[in-house]
T-cell receptor, first 115, second 109 residues
Framework: ETGVTQTPRHLVMGMTNKKSLKCEQH?????MYWYKQSAKKPLELMFV???????ENNSVPSRFSPECPNSSHLFLHLHTLQPEDSALYLC??????????????FGNGTRLTVT | RKEVEQDPGPFNVPEGATVAFNCTYS??????FFWYRQDCRKEPKLLMS???SGNEDGRFTAQLNRASQYISLLIRDSKLSDSATYLC??????????FGPGTRLSVLP
């Protein structure tokens, strides 16, 4: 397997559920990201991990909890979400977080629906 | 927050046409510029990086104009398969790559 893989592809959850999104990158990159993409809005950065240390938390509500056990894996734990959290959640990785020559490579995303 | 603006379109063009998109950015200190392509309900995929000297890849040409703070994407000889949303990255704000909202392109037979 190559690239950035995310599971699950689709997730429907109730507001009281707890679920987790998983991301794995096989590119040897050092930085991993969670982005949220809502309809008709630009991509919004949620979290950044650089060498598995969280370096940015973009004012994300605590009902979203990231975890990065190593440079290749990233999780997003979800609990007590709201219907407005329904969106496409994209994981990405890059070789470095601060270089023009280090673009983001995205996973195929998890389409989340909160009912 | 540093913003990036794009015309959302849609741009409807016939096959074989040449089409150009612009994207303006507000952070004059920006260093990172890219174009991504996103198909419906799929993830964004890197199309090309954008450098001050310009960048060409087959039918696609990207330019950066630092003085006017915009980047452009030119697509020549459009194909049906070019239909997608094109996202620009106009620099970074800390570790946050700043994405535009995207421009939708439909290439018509």
């Amino acid at each position: 397997e190559t690239g950035v893989t995310q599971t699950p592809r689709h997730l429907v959850m109730g507001m009281t559920n707890k679920k987790s999104l998983k991301c794995e990158q096989h590119l040897g990159h050092n930085a991993m990201y969670w982005y949220k993409q809502s309809a008709k809005k630009p991509l919004e950065l949620m979290f950044v991990y650089n060498f598995k240390e969280q370096t940015e938390n973009n004012s994300v509500p605590s009902r979203f909890s990231p975890e990065c056990p190593n440079s290749s894996h990233l999780f997003l734990h979800l609990h007590t979400l709201q219907p407005e959290d329904s969106a496409l959640y994209l994981c990405a990785s890059s070789q470095r977080w601060d270089s023009q020559d280090s673009p983001l490579h995205f996973g195929n995303g998890t389409r989340l629906t909160v009912t | 927050r540093k913003e990036v603006e794009q015309d959302p379109g849609p741009f409807n063009v016939p096959e074989g046409a040449t089409v150009a998109f612009n994207c303006t950015y507000s952070n004059s200190a920006s260093q990172s510029f890219f174009w991504y392509r996103q198909d419906c309900r799929k993830e964004p995929k890197l199309l090309m990086s954008v450098y001050s000297s310009g960048n060409e890849d087959g039918r696609f040409t990207a330019q950066l104009n630092r003085a006017s703070q915009y980047i452009s994407l030119l697509i020549r000889d459009s194909k049906l398969s070019d239909s997608a949303t094109y996202l620009c990255v106009g620099g970074s704000d800390g570790q946050n790559f700043v994405f535009g909202p995207g421009t939708r392109l439909s290439v018509l037979p």
